[in-house]
Nanobody, 122 residues
Framework: QGRLVESGGGLVQAGDSLTLSCAAS????????MAWWRQAPGTEREFVAA????????DYADSVKGRFTISRDNAKNTVYLQMNSLKPEDTAIYYC???????????????WGQGTQVTVSS
């Protein structure tokens, strides 16, 4: 079965940039939509961004539009989240997800990573 492993999280200052990576292993994620979610302490997990298999379609939460960019490298089975102009409210555990779907964006995701912590100080 497929596995997703996130990396790149850490502690940064407000206004800084950070790039997260999610590597797929155990299976080839061909034709699969990949996405990022995040969950802050005491809150529900929320959608951040999604990208189709070809990379031609993307979707972003309003809170990150213009600041975050999602992309993927299918040859490396990896999806990225470039985060610019980070704010303290971006502090959360960021999760990678994937779903086999012909509709974009999918309503649900089957595969999930374990998350990577991003902390933005003021």
């Amino acid at each position: 079965q497929g596995r997703l492993v996130e990396s790149g999280g850490g502690l940064v200052q407000a206004g800084d940039s950070l790039t997260l990576s999610c590597a797929a292993s155990g299976a080839t994620f061909v034709g699969i939509t990949m996405a990022w979610w995040r969950q802050a302490p005491g809150t529900e997990r929320e959608f951040v961004a999604a990208v189709s298999w070809s990379g031609s379609s993307t979707d972003y939460a309003d809170s990150v539009k213009g600041r975050f960019t999602i992309s993927r490298d299918n040859a490396k089975n990896t999806v990225y989240l470039q985060m610019n102009s980070l704010k303290p409210e971006d502090t959360a555990i960021y999760y990678c997800a994937a779903e086999e779907s012909q509709h974009f964006p999918p309503s649900e995701y089957t595969y999930w990573g374990q998350g990577t912590q991003v902390t933005v100080s003021s």
